[in-house]
């Protein structure tokens, strides 16, 4: 392991955090975010509410100063007004700090002069102390392993998916949503600002990181094109590496500038760079959500051959409709498969080609269990992917869906090949506490779920292409 | 108006009902949908339940047979088996009956001889007898201005969108998801195989009505492609079209064949179809639900240039991305609104250019609803989307919604220039509640709503280049 994986591996696990800034008396604010994170995640070393307003919190002590605080100080969050942040680093001198990781805002991305004057100081100090710099401008570091978190709702266990993004919003978003779907996280990094640690470091840690096999970026821009090459080729290399670019067009370049204070290089330039190096590319965060789901849970089917079942015939058609346009295959049931089906489903209401489109009946009996056995056997079939469309339903019928949601899972459990499932979630109050219970039924049983056909179809096409072309590169 | 849409409007607007085949034991039965619906909407003709195994309904005896039923019958909805369907329309003849509509599935589209033998015989039957036939394989009508309904839960209010699909589950979709967004129908007919009144019928009936303003189509495929022709020629002129066209790949007009039985087409020719008429065409019903929505709230706004305006700035880059990446437009705020704006706002974390990213707290005084103002009273702005993006809340944190659904919608409201909103639905039933209740709070307000940033873009480019060739065309 390289020297500068070690510094960040210490920074990613602290023994002790003190919370500068931290407000006692509002907990909906942004700053007990990291605090109340802290408690949630059970942090088993000491920590510092710092804040010159003292008081209490949760039965600590508000310490009035930095110098105040006891004990060693490993890490520092910052959530101060931008003006007192150099002030905060100077006092963290000495203390035996590896990082200081500010939320603060209002540097460089504000275009202002003196902001811009702020964040020089940040940097200037951080060269003279060592103490190595988060930010400014993001929410830092989210390391379940360390009991480390910018969010107190966010999974307690680990994954294999390493996360780094330049939003702070944009990660919560991602771990979020992909959280829901049963997705974990080794470690995710919102950088912000990047005035010292950058993308670049990031990037180098989580390539070294024995708990991070697939990488995720969320960028604006990058600040050294050179390094970032050279680690992109290494990452692509020895990671799966799926990269969203943001602040493409005019206006979104100018938003990123103002966002992160970033500069953010053509689409073209991120596109040769992502064939170059076979990165999956989503064009948005939804779809980098459904990429990592599909990645997570679904082993590489070895093709792009799909049998789609679900209930609907109008669905169905659509949804091979997505599947097709996007460069998946639906081939025709045989014959002697369809009597197989047969043997214990009526004809009528159910089409039974490919797509299958069953209906509710079949859910009755171990019917669909049987039909997905039977069709995944099938050798011309690469995977298998099942859907739920609510709003065919009257939302008072989705109840059904609490009754036979472990039919469902089982019946798709039993499949053969690679499997997904489309569980579309109901949009009123009365059938969505189902849909999100059939949804995470599927995820419990590690089962990638989308939330609409066109995200399936996307996603799916995306690490499918990405599956072949890794092959083609090892020349399997 | 033609005798044919004389005809029509007596089929859409019957004086008496049966409901043949109807069950009376199991309330939640497909059978039961269209008697429920009748009840619900308060039908105010008299209404027949039939079945042979008699019994009681809702206070009503069940008649044993159509022989038995004492009045004139207008219209007969039949939910009974295939192969008895014939013998329906027999009993039909002299009893004044204008329409049956087959909601009975297993006829052409199973592929079986015998099958589609049945279908010809309804063909012929209703050659015969002068009676009208709907489908079969379809759920019919839902005329709210007529009490008819295939559905109890749809709007019970007419608006000006007509509904025309070959699929039941995709109408009740369509009607379904874009009535939560507040769009009404004016006339929704799902009609399936269409062995006698077809798609060229209920377009040309809906050209005519004068309570259709928007005519919308979801086609599996055409049976009388010069017809049809003309007729999408006429409708283009006189009202604004929405086309859906499913089944468009291999596996796509295979599963058209077995759903509807219909031969599917290419898509060049829908593609060159649709260019030449100036038909909106989405590529699934989520779209066409979008696009719906937006015709139905927004006024032509003119052009494509649109300011951004919500919480959170890696949202803001995203969605900006979605917007220009479509081909509109984001003009860079110019320096004397920003300075109006910074009179009420603070810099730090918000950006103030074009998107306008601003944080919560701009909602605890009237700041939204001046910050709209000014920004719609700029000349360079054509129209205002407002965004909220939920997942980048803590869950819990989600209640100050409900808390604030009012101060939003009167803050876009205020909009001097068409308004949008795009309220992602929270997934976890926690927050799920209060984004509904604000998308609800929004539709009242009569703003078209959008539940994902890619799907605004989407919707509301499709409708600015509609509405500029529109203009084009007419020399504007």
Known sequence: MSEAYKELERIFHPRSIAFVGVTTSNPMHWTRTFWDSARVFNFDGPVYAVNPRGGQLDGHKVCLSLDDVPGDIDYVIGTVAA???PEIVRKCAGRGVKAVHFCTAGFNETGATESAGLQEELVRLSAETGIRIIGPNCMGIYCPESRLSFDADFPLESGNIGLISQSGGN???IVREAGWRGVRFSKVISFGNACDLNECDFLEYLIEDPAT??????????RDGARFLRLMERASREKTVVLLKGGLGEAGARATESHTASLAGNNATWEALCRQFNLTRPKNVEELVDILTTLYFMPDPGGRNVILIGPGGGASVLLTDEFERRGLRLP???????EKLLGFTQLAGNMLR????????????DSLERAVGILTDWDEIDFC???????QFPPRGLSFILREEGTIANSYRASHKPVAFICEQAIIPEGQKATFSLMQKLAASKIPVYLSFAAAAEALSAVVTYNERRRARRGD
């Open 332 to 338: 025709a049931l045989p014959e002697k498969i369809r």
């Open 171 to 173: 990660a919560i978003y």
């Open 213 to 222: 096999s697939v990488i995720a970026l969320y960028l604006e821009g990058v």
């Open 83 to 85: 003006g007192i942040a």
């Open 354 to 365: 490919n797509p299958i489109d069953y209906s509710q009946t079949m859910l009755e009996s």
């Open 385 to 391: 992917v099942g859907f739920f469309r609510p709003s």
